[in-house]
């Protein structure tokens, strides 16, 4: 992952257990990792120039946070940058439900979410 | 280099690979079956979780054709290939399609009588069955909106083995006949890729392939065969070719069945490990509405593609659950192989007719939900309102553009058109290629059209109605 690609994952991530967000974010890298060539050359190039953009901005003295940025690009005027967001976002969103940890496995006399779903199917 | 050697070669394992692959092995050829995928127990993971996803997709998911809108799709990567990911709903093709097409494209025995035959062999081996019991919630809302509406919608059939307790198993590929195969005879090569196919003048004489060790490093694989199947479904199948030499017609006419999703919430919970498999009709062939997998990602997922606030559904997303649109879309896109490249470049124009049929599949499957109770419909439009009731439901046809809809499908075909009228097609009315006396394909490529309903069952019954030809000429 790049630089801004990790950085915007931990401000989606938002406020969650350090090991939960570690989780999160390898499963980010390993997306990204395995998208057709192509599609990841166009989102690293959009990190690199984003990311420039952001850290001189920074340098500069811009307070922004990226949290504010990430808003203004959901709604940028440029297709590729709102895609930029959301294709984080929504692995971020995917990650952090499907990985959040369950409160039951903990209690063994109740059935995990895993199972109930799998049972489900019949 | 390691040389191996078959009489018939079988690239892929899924829908088509598979149906080849044990119709030739039974009928005593000798077979190997090569997949780029991992060989995974289809009891290993569960069903639509991110595991699933990381272990048995392409690009564990994240896979999209270039277009205005841009449209996410997904194809399976193991044994099994996508049937070990799929929701298991089987449709035989409609005999009116079938009939256009076969006068369409010329394709020879291509009557109901011999579809039928072919269908009727596969519903058999696979259990094709209906729910023996009563449908779950989430589905049964389907049935209720359309009532409501007096709209026709039926339950599907699927791809399952039921037993006496109305537990259900899906006859995937990797279960059924992948297996079968192998008992008939078959060779099956997991995590192994073919790269190129080797010709010599109008010949296939054996394939390039690398595969992959348990210790995660590669060694180049040489297949020598006399006849050769690519069933690498309707993406890689003509990225194989093109990236062989082979062209004409060969990855033009991309056909999707794009799709637009809305995340549905109701006054109490409703049941998350299964896809519904009630289907509204009254649209068909142009339209189908139906429903998704609905795990806890889903949910969070289809709620974020509307834009909005969306925490309050989210907490209770349990009452949450994930219902499409999809359309038989007149427009079509191309598969270009790049050198230097695995993956292809894949592009999608939908037409203008498309994109307003789209949004007014959306339309109707905002009514039927909440014709059946929902409280609250999140489209996956980014920045379209929340409908609660069905006059909320028109600020969606202005909110719905190019820009703003969240497209995807999982329903990929006709990169390799069969039939004998040349012109058109990339391989004759038996999917053999032209210009080529053994060369093959037997998957989705081969649909000369997106069939408007889920395709497998006419991917698998035209592999085996293919696969009893070849073994007639030998
Ligand atoms: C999530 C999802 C849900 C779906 N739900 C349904 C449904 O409910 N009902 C329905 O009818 N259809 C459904 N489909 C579609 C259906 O599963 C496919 O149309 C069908 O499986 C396609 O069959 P195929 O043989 O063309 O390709 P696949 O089944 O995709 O198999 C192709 C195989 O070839 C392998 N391969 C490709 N290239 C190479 C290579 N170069 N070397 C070696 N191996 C290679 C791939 O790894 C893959 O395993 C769904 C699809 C998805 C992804």
């Given at each position: ?8 994952v ?105 199972a ?7 | ?16 690979g ?125 049935e ?143 339209l ?6 609905s ?60 994109q ?18 929902a ?23 202005d ?6 809809a ?11 058109r069969m ?37 497998q ?14 073994l007639?000429?030998?």
């Amino acid at each position: 992952m790049l630089w801004l690609e990790r950085q915007v994952v931990a401000s989606l991530s938002g406020d969650v257990r350090p090991q939960h967000r570690l989780a999160i974010e390898g499963y980010v890298d390993g997306v990204l990792r395995a998208m057709p060539e192509l599609l990841r050359i166009g989102v690293a190039g959009e990190s690199i120039v984003l990311g420039a953009g952001t850290w001189l901005a920074a340098r500069l003295g811009s307070r922004r946070l990226l949290s504010e940025r990430l808003e203004g690009w959901e709604h940028s005027r440029i297709g590729p940058i709102r895609q930029y967001v959301r294709l984080l976002s929504s692995l971020v969103i995917f990650a952090s439900e499907e990985l959040a940890p369950d409160p039951q496995a903990l209690d063994p006399s109740q059935p995990s979410a895993a199972a109930a779903g799998a049972n489900g199917r019949g | 280099m390691k040389t191996l050697e078959t009489e018939v070669l079988i690239i892929g394992s899924g829908a088509g690979g598979a149906v080849t692959a044990a119709t030739l092995a039974r009928a005593g050829r000798s077979v190997l079956v090569v997949e780029e995928g991992p060989w995974i127990d289809p009891d290993a993971v569960e069903p639509f979780s991110l595991d699933e996803m990381v272990l048995k997709y392409r690009h564990q998911g994240a896979s999209a054709a270039l277009g205005t809108p841009g449209i996410a799709y997904a194809e399976g990567r193991c044994v099994g290939g996508s049937t070990e990911i799929n929701s298991g709903l089987y449709h035989r093709l409609p005999e009116e399609l079938a009939d256009e097409w076969r006068r369409t494209y010329r394709i020879a025995e291509f009557t109901p009588e011999v579809l039928d035959k072919y269908s009727d062999l596969v519903e058999n081996e696979l259990s094709v069955s209906k729910l023996p019991g009563a449908p779950p919630p989430s589905s049964a809302v389907l049935e209720r909106g359309a009532a409501k509406l007096g709209w026709r919608a039926v339950e599907f059939a699927r791809v399952f083995r039921y037993d006496h307790q109305g537990r259900g198993v899906k006859q995937t590929m990797a279960r059924t006949l992948v297996p079968r195969a192998v008992e008939a005879g078959a060779q099956i090569l997991a995590e192994c890729r073919i790269s190129r196919l080797l010709k010599r003048d109008d010949r296939i004489v054996g394939a390039r392939a690398e595969r992959t060790l348990p210790g995660g490093e590669t060694e180049p694989v040489t297949i020598i065969a006399e006849h050769v199947f690519v069933c690498g479904g309707a993406i890689q199948t003509p990225t194989l070719l093109q990236h062989s030499g082979i062209r004409a017609q060969i990855g033009n006419g991309l056909k999707f069945h794009p799709t637009i999703k809305v995340a549905a919430r109701f006054p109490q919970a409703y049941d998350h490990g299964d896809v519904p498999m009630h289907r509204v009709t009254e649209f068909s062939p142009f339209l189908t509405i139906g429903g998704s997998a609905s795990r806890r990602g889903h949910v969070a997922l289809a709620l974020a593609d509307s834009g909005g606030d969306y925490a309050d559904a989210l907490a209770a997303w349990e009452d949450v659950v994930v219902y499409y649109a999809a359309i038989r879309s007149d427009g079509s896109g191309r598969v270009t192989a790049l050198p230097g490249f695995r993956a292809p470049l894949v592009t999608y124009r939908m037409t203008d007719a498309d994109q307003s049929r789209l949004a007014r599949g959306l339309l109707h499957l905002g009514e039927v939900l909440l014709a059946a109770g929902a409280t609250e419909l999140y489209p996956s439009i980014a920045g379209a309102p929340v409908a609660r009731r069905a006059e909320d439901l028109v600020e969606w046809w202005d909110a719905f553009t190019p820009s703003t809809a969240n497209l995807m499908t999982v329903h990929l075909t006709s990169t390799v058109r069969m039939g004998d009228d040349q012109s058109r097609t990339g391989a004759d009315s038996f999917g053999r290629v032209w210009g080529f006396r053994n060369l093959r394909i037997n998957d989705a490529s081969l649909l000369p059209d997106a069939p408007g309903v889920n395709p497998q069952a006419a991917i698998m019954t035209i592999a085996a109605r293919n696969a009893d030809e070849f073994l007639s000429h030998l």
